[in-house]
């Protein structure tokens, strides 16, 4: 369960934001729209500890993520959140297996390989797990990066602007993968966005 009470950040005394609350059950998905600036990327790296709020209460399975010292923070988000960010990142000297694995060891968890052939296949990726992330497409870099989200089995999945840059048919297809990778683990899904084509796969929509 993830719940949002009270959320104030600035970054400067003239850049305040004052986010409205929400809350979204275990396993349930919200689509966070809103205009460019307005905050989305702000509310995303509030939500996975990266930026830490001046006030207010983010709760995450009943971890208030707020109160926390940063180093608990970094330990709760590599074991719990699974993050897709606007640039994947990834270690380009290192193969996509390489790169899971790292990833999975920063989490404290292993892995069989076939968890990540069992990630990579309904991506039509299973083909790459050798591969090294330059040597793949940006499209084929964003499914990887959303197979990456995932390999601490995390309890909220978070993406910022996954589709932006998407045609509505791939959009479609990353949305589906969101959603179906989020019912597999039964994990909480936020999509933070301003791609008004989202608006008809979530019931549950949040405008900023
Ligand atoms: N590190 C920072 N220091 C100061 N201001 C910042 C910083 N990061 C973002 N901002 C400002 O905060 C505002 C919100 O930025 P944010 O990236 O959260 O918006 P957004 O809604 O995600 O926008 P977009 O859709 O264009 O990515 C912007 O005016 C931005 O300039």
Known sequence: MVSVQSLHFKYTDSQ??????????KGDHLLVLGKSGIGKTTLLHLLAGILKAQSGKISINDTNIV??????VDQFRAKHIGLVLQKARFINSLTLLENFQLIAH???IRNP???????????????????????????????AAIAMAMINK?????????????DDENCENVVSLFKNMSNELNASLIIITH??????????????
Do not use: C, V, W
């Open 67 to 72: 109160n926390l010292p940063a180093k608990e």
């Open 106 to 108: 920063i989490s404290g």
């Open 16 to 25: 305040e934001f004052r986010f409205p609350d929400f809350q979204i059950a």
């Open 113 to 143: 390989r076939a968890y990540y052939y069992h990630l990579l296949e309904p991506l039509d990726m299973a083909d790459k797990l050798n591969e090294k992330p330059s040597e793949l497409s940006e499209g084929e870099k964003q499914r």
């Open 195 to 208: 791609d008004q084509r989202l608006k008809n796969n979530f019931n549950n929509i949040l405008s900023l």
């Open 154 to 166: 995390p309890q909220l999945l978070l993406a910022d602007e996954p589709t932006s840059s998407l």
